[in-house]
């Protein structure tokens, strides 16, 4: 199948006409006959004890049907740890109480639950449920959370998790080295931003199954549902709709625990939709990280070694900041070759909004320190910064910090040239407004961490007019996830795409397929779906060999019919060799299970092992005009070159690395989640500004084909790493353009006019 | 204060709702089943609920149902369906647009708007349309891309 019909080409989605048009039934367009609706009530605290709560008046208020605290739900707590793992390797105190009852840790967790006739004697309900609170002293600094005597987040202590590096002799690198460069970075919290806010329907079947409708990333939270609940995990079951964005904020649960237990105690169907100040308040924030970087290099440019110490805000609950400090520990030396690297990462807990999941998972905050190293040390050493890091880049073969062989292709060097060159000439300065260029580097993980034992299922069947059904439990959170599944299928089947459907995921009738997080769902449903597919069409193939008297080599399927090679006038419609098949009782549906590589955790003390199945690789370069006077600063050209391995539709690859360049340049520009002693002071879409169609131009996109990832047909993924060169380029335009350095993000016209010594 | 009968003009139908008057027009819509409408905000920050009002683009979050009553409401539902789009709608499935879909009927109605007053826009006044449409997926390029080719191909 050397020669795609159907892979490769930019096709129109199956999801977008629908959308388009809004006839697409989101999470909260779905009605249910006595739907209730319900609402969460939250701590107004940082970080307060709970003397009692007092749920009497809003009961008795007309309307309401339930009103839910801790005391009425068995003081239940859930377990937040990674989602969808067997690997059995679950962390001990990833577990949150689901309603506080004694102390609250975070401004904005939840306190108690209602349900009622609207959605306004529901509100209403809320301001009835009288909660007396004892503000307690909160942390809110990783830094001072660490020091003795630090007020306790929770036991027994601050300390969510530690994660290092030891590989060669640290002093030895650094005493072979020329220069060091030491500096130290910080980047804020980030909010997700993602245009539908949190939203489900749940209700309890003539089965005693638990059924939530709800916008997420991770069907497997059904198991979470029951635990919590207490009940088996068969009598919870989750249909997925077509969610309105993700970016990880809906990886951690959101709804699904506050639904099932309203429909399990009022026995009918509940709403509950977050509003936006909700949402931003509800779930989980990009880490805030400093990072002391030092990185020793020879005149010649070689890096001789490399210390990193990370320090990640985990925020009021672990969740996931184990593994996103993880990440950044695993990819805090960029995509270079070091001998020497000692790198010290910690997540600490603070009374702040927690931090969990976030396009890049913990890839682009180290990205942004260790790519303006890069640049420092360029200009330290009076070199190019491309001929620095062509000096130091990883190849195939290479070994990176922690120890793991880089199998596939690594095209840094192309992806940065052609990155740079696509921004084509150099706008003068004028007057006051100086240009200048930058371009980041970066490698990111996609797959999970190979000791989760990642695994994903598809079925897919043909009908016995030739159409074809893909059940496969993939959330699709805008990605185009489900779309490219039936690009795969249609290619190895030889039917046209417009007669595969892929269903939405139901834990009822797709099967598991893992979440889509980690940039894994193309990577690992795609090749579930290539093996089922595969699978039926072997059988295709060698009945159809008996019938043409042809070896099954020399027959090919396309265009919904089979057929010879060297003569293809020689046919079969498929339906007809479908009809062949069922009558012989041959299987025309597979279940395929794909497994990721399943390796041992990494050494703990030393962070040696194989971590991630794959990386992808690549560049984003900028030119940038800032206004010395005024501070701000105009994006005038970006262009993003990555190794996708393999572009399944190359329109939606285009669209997500775009969509991650706009992230991006928000990150580097203007997103800033302000947080003043553990209260958000940006609680809204005019106050936590995201970019907009005006604020930066369009990036050009240069697809590189490697064709060497593991995904199916050589894909890598491209979800992620599409956002986690863009702020350190962005930052070193800057730098180019005014002679000064930046550390920290967002690069605000006030921190370009403190850089200037303006200010 | 007391629910008021009003009449909504939507989509060419005629829907007669008794409405308190602190009913956003955003609310009424989506509980008379308009669920193209999305609410992304309620403070007309995101332009997710976007609606002609008499052919003017409106956050429909912004106004009140009593203000809406007897007005023409045009939802993007009501500019075309799967099988018979309106060409914006066409052009933003083809262009690589749409992603996780959210924003996209707002957008529509933006681009409808500005496609009414102006049908040879330029990439920029076609930015500046939809400016006040949130998209968290596409980097707006696609989506500006769509709407361009829609007045393209109507000066051909």
């Known amino acids: 199948m050397a020669n795609f019909k159907v892979i490769g080409r930019p096709i129109r989605r199956f999801d977008a006409l629908s959308k388009a048009v809004g006839a697409t039934i989101y999470a909260d367009d779905y009605k249910m006959p006595g739907m209730l609706h319900g609402k969460v009530l939250r701590s107004p605290y940082p970080s307060a004890r709970i003397v009692r709560i007092d749920p009497r008046r809003a009961r008795a208020l007309p309307g309401v049907v339930c009103v839910l605290t801790a005391a009425d739900i068995g003081y239940a707590k859930m377990v937040a740890d990674i989602p969808g793992q067997t690997g059995q390797r679950e962390r001990p105190q990833s577990e949150t109480p689901v309603l506080a009852w004694d102390r609250v840790r975070y401004k904005g967790e939840a306190v108690a639950l209602v349900a009622a006739e609207t959605e306004e004697i529901a509100e209403r309900a809320l301001e009835l449920i009288d909660v007396e609170y004892e503000p307690l002293p909160g942390v809110f600094d990783p830094l001072e959370a660490m020091k003795p005597g630090a007020p306790i987040v929770f036991e027994p202590d601050n300390i969510v998790a530690r994660w290092r590096i030891r590989k060669g002799d640290i002093e030895a690198g650094f005493a072979a080295a020329d220069l060091i460069i030491e500096n130290t970075y910080r980047v804020p919290f980030v909010e997700h931003a993602y245009l539908e806010p949190e939203a489900g329907v749940a209700w309890v079947d003539e089965r005693g199954v638990i059924n939530i409708r709800v916008s997420t990333q991770v069907m497997e939270h059904f198991r979470t549902v029951a635990r919590t609940l207490g009940i088996p995990q068969n009598r919870v079951r989750i249909q997925g709709a077509f969610a309105g964005g993700g970016f990880g904020g809906k990886e951690d649960i959101t709804v699904e625990v506050f639904l099932a237990l309203l429909a399990l105690h009022t026995r009918r169907p509940v709403r509950l939709a977050y509003t936006r100040e909700e949402s931003i308040l509800a779930h989980s924030k990009r880490h805030p990280f400093i990072m002391r970087y030092r990185i020793g290099v020879k005149r010649n440019g070689r890096i001789t070694a490399l210390q990193a110490d990370l320090i990640a805000d985990s925020g009021a609950y672990p969740y996931l900041s184990p593994y996103v400090s993880l990440y950044a520990t695993v990819m805090a030396t960029g995509p270079y070759r070091i001998d020497n690297v000692w790198v010290d990462t910690v997540a600490v807990a603070t009374n702040n909004p927690f931090t969990s999941a976030f396009r890049g998972f913990g890839g682009p905050q180290p990205c942004f320190a260790y790519e303006r190293q890069m640049d420092d040390i360029a200009r330290a050493l009076g070199m190019d910064p491309l001929e620095v890091r062509q000096i130091n880049y990883l190849r195939t073969g290479d070994t990176t910090a922690t120890g793991q062989v880089i199998q596939s292709a690594v095209l840094l060097e192309e992806s940065a040239r052609r990155a740079l060159e696509a921004l084509g000439e150099r706008t003068p300065d004028h007057g006051p407004i100086q240009v200048g260029r930058g371009f980041a580097s970066y490698f990111q993980s996609y797959g999970r961490l190979m000791w989760l034992h990642d695994t994903s299922q598809a079925w897919v069947g043909l009908e016995l007019d030739g159409t074809v059904v893909i059940r496969c439990g993939a959330p699709d959170p805008g990605g185009g996830q489900l779309s490219s599944l039936c690009q795969i299928a249609s290619e190895v089947l030889g039917v046209p795409l417009e007669n595969v459907v892929a269903y939405t995921p139901d834990t009822a009738l797709t099967p598991l397929a893992g979440t889509t997080t980690a940039t894994r769902q193309l990577y690992m449903s795609g090749n579930a779906v290539l093996q089922a597919a595969t699978s039926i069409r072997k059988t295709l193939l060698e009945r159809a060999s008996k019938y043409f008297e042809e070896d099954p080599d020399d027959l090919d399927l396309a265009d919904g019919r089979v057929f010879i090679k060297r003569d293809p006038d020689r046919s079969m419609p498929l339906p007809d060799l479908v009809r062949i098949c069922a009558a012989e009782g041959l299987p025309l549906a597979h279940l395929a299970l794909f497994k990721a590589p399943f390796r041992d955790p990494i050494d703990p003390e030393t962070g040696q092992g194989d971590v991630f199945p794959d990386f992808t690789f690549g560049a984003f370069a900028v030119e940038v005009a800032v206004d010395t006077e005024t501070g701000q600063i105009e994006v005038l050209k970006s262009a993003a070159c990555h190794d996708v391995g393999r572009a399944i539709n190359p329109a939606a690859v285009i669209g997500q690395i775009q969509g991650g360049s706009h992230q991006g340049l928000g990150y580097a520009l203007m997103e800033n989640l302000i947080v003043e002693n553990g209260e958000i002071r940006t609680p809204s879409l005019s106050e936590y500004l995201i970019p907009t169609s005006v604020d930066y131009p369009t990036t050009q996109v240069i697809l590189l084909e490697s064709g060497t990832g593991v995904g199916p047909f050589g894909a890598k993924g491209i979800g992620e790493p599409a956002l986690t060169p863009v702020a350190p380029a962005v930052a070193n335009a800057v730098v180019d353009a005014i002679g000064k350095p930046i550390r920290e993000l967002p690069i605000t016209p006030e921190l370009v006019l403190r850089a200037l010594g303006k200010r | ?156």
């Open chain 2, 1 to 156: 204060m007391e629910p008021r009968l009003i009449t909504l003009n939507i989509n060419g139908r005629s829907h007669q709702v008794a409405l308190k008057s602190n009913v956003t027009l955003l609310r009424a819509l989506r509980d008379l089943g308009y669920t193209d409408v999305k609410n992304g905000c309620e403070k007309g920050d995101c332009g997710a609920c976007a609606v002609l009002l008499n052919g003017r683009a409106v956050n429909s979050c912004l106004v009140l149902a009593w203000q809406a009553d007897g007005a023409e409401i045009v939802t993007a539902a009501g500019l075309g369906t799967v099988d018979h789009p309106h060409p914006i709608q066409e052009a933003l499935a083809d262009s690589g647009g749409v992603q996780c879909g959210f924003c996209i009927p707002g957008i529509v109605i933006a681009a409808k708007a500005l496609l009414d007053r102006n049908p040879h826009p330029t990439e920029e006044e076609i930015r500046e349309a939809i400016s006040g449409n949130l998209c968290r997926c596409t980097g707006y390029a696609l989506i500006v891309e769509g709407i361009r080719r829609v007045a393209e191909s109507r000066e051909s």
